[in-house]
C-alpha cells in the first residue's frame, strides 16, 4: 500500500471512529434518560447491560452517517490545508484520492452485513424478550396474535392466528411440515391445537401429503384429533417470527419458501430480505455522492457543500422508505424496490465524480 493511501486511510477512519462514537454515545445517553422509570424500578445495571445489548444496532444503523460526515471531514481538511491542490499538482485525480476511502467504506459494508448476520439477529431478539418480561412486565404466557415459528429442528414451520398462553392452547393452525432437502412433505390445517402431556394435539383438521417436488398433492386425509412430535413447549412462542431485523438472511430467506408454499403473501417479506443486502452499501453510496460535493465552489461553497451533502443522504433514506413502500403493495418488484435507491445514487455519484476536478 501506497503510503499516500495510508495517510488518506488515516486522514478518514479518525473522523469516522469520532463521529461513530459521537452518535452511539448520544443515543446511549438519549435512551437512558427516556427509559428513567425502568431503571428506578429494575437498577442501572440491568439497564446498562440491556443497552449494551442494543449497541450492535445503533453502530450499524449510524456507520453510514459517520462515513458521510468523516468523508466531508477529511476532505475538507486536505483542501484546507491546500493538500488536494499538491496532489493534484503531483498528477493525482480526485478519483485516484477517493479510493482508499471508498475501500474504507466498503470493508465498513461488510462489517454491517456480518453485524446483520451474525450478531445483531440473536441481540434483538433478546432485547424484545427483555421489554416484554421485564420493562413491560408482561406475562410470561400470554394471547399473541398471527404466530408464525419455527421448530428448533426447522422441520416444522407453524402458523396459528391465536395463540393462548393461558391455556396453552393454538386456533387456526397451520403446519408445513418440510422434508430434509427442504421441499414441502405435509401441510396440516387444524381449528385447534392444545398442549398436554408434553405434547401437541390437533383438533379437527385436514392433513395433505405432497409429491416429492413439494408441489402436488398426493393424498389429502381429514381427522378429528392428530398427535405431532413438535418438540416445542407453549414458552416456546415468545420467539414468533415478527419482524425481518430478528432474522438473518438464510433465516429469512426459509421463512419466505415456507409461506409461500403455504400459500401467504410473501411480498413485504421479498423486499425485507433484498433490504439485508442493498442496506449495508448505503456507507459506499453516501461517500460516493457526498465527497464531490465536498470540494465543488471551495471559495464559498465548503459550507454549502457539506450541508447539500448531508441533504443529499437525507434524501437517500427517503427514497429507500419510499421503495420499500411500493415494494410492499406491488408496485415495484421487491428487488427493484430494494435497490432502486442504490441505483439511482449511484449514478448521481458517478456524474458528480466526472465533474469534480
Known sequence: MRILDRYLIREFLRPFIFCLLIFTTLIFVAQLFEELDHIQRLGWGVMIYYLLYRTPFFLAQFAPVAVLLAGLWSLGNLSKNYELIAMKAGGISFRRILVPMLGVALVISFLIFILNESIIPPLNMKVKR??????????????RDNVAFYSPDHQYLIYMKTFDGERSQMRHVQILANRSD?????RIDAQKGLYNNGGWCFIEG??????VRGENILKEEGFKEKYLPLHVKPGDFSREIQKPEELNFIQLARYITQSRRGGYDVRR???????KVAS???CIIVLLVGAPLAIFS??????IGFGTAIFIGLLYWGVVSIGRSLGRV???TPL????????????LGLYLLRRAR
Open 269 to 275: 417479506y421479498l423486499v425485507d430480505l433484498h433490504l
Open 280 to 282: 449495508p452499501f448505503a
Open 298 to 303: 471551495p471559495k464559498s461553497g465548503r459550507l
Open 182 to 186: 427442504g421441499t414441502l412433505a405435509r
Open 130 to 143: 427483555f421489554e416484554e418480561t421485564r420493562m413491560d412486565e408482561r406475562p410470561e404466557y400470554e394471547r
Open 206 to 211: 385436514i392433513e395433505r401429503e405432497f409429491d
Open 336 to 347: 427493484l424496490a430494494a435497490w432502486i435507491a442504490n441505483l439511482f445514487f449511484i449514478g
Open 330 to 332: 406491488g408496485i415495484l
